[in-house]
């Protein structure tokens, strides 16, 4: 009965930090929206990945007289990691490259928002891919942590 509880804390402890939830991995994180993207776009250039775009989704919506909360995403990848995923099932290209929204919540905190790499598996029936999905996985989760830890 004594390790009930520990577990319980523990469940509720990681469901506060990060969480999946309909393919996505949601991490919160500790700094506001452009800190959070800056500090991502930071560590994704440093590990050699492409940032093809960054979109301020919050300032297109006031170009058009509408208002959102402070909503980022960030366009990524390498050849070198795709690659390999879409030879295992080409139509995976259609979720790639890799997306990270940063966005804040009604409550005003900061999430970290990506495709979980078993998502996309299930989605695209990959198979025989499990050791390229691993490495997906593990890079995605230390960019995220990069960008959300204090």
């Known amino acids: 009965m004594q390790r009930y509880p520990c577990a ?71 050849p070198k990691v795709g690659a390999p995923l879409m030879q295992c099932r080409q139509s995976v290209a259609i979720d790639l490259p890799q997306k990270a929204l940063i966005w804040q919540d009604e409550q005003g905190k900061v999430w970290l928002s990506y495709n979980d790499p078993a998502y996309l598996v299930e989605r695209h029936s990959i198979t025989g891919c499990a050791e390229v999905v691993k490495k997906i996985k593990g890079a995605l989760n230390k960019f995220a942590n990069a960008a959300t830890k204090p």
């Open 8 to 78: 319980i804390m523990l469940v509720l402890i990681l469901a506060a930090t990060a969480y999946a939830d309909s393919g996505l991995i949601t991490m919160k994180s500790a700094h506001d929206v452009a800190t959070t993207a800056d500090r991502l776009e930071n560590v994704l250039n440093q590990k050699g990945m492409n940032v093809f775009a960054r979109i301020n989704h919050a300032q297109g919506a006031q170009k058009v007289g509408k208002k959102l909360r402070p909503t980022e995403l960030l366009i990524f990848g390498n």
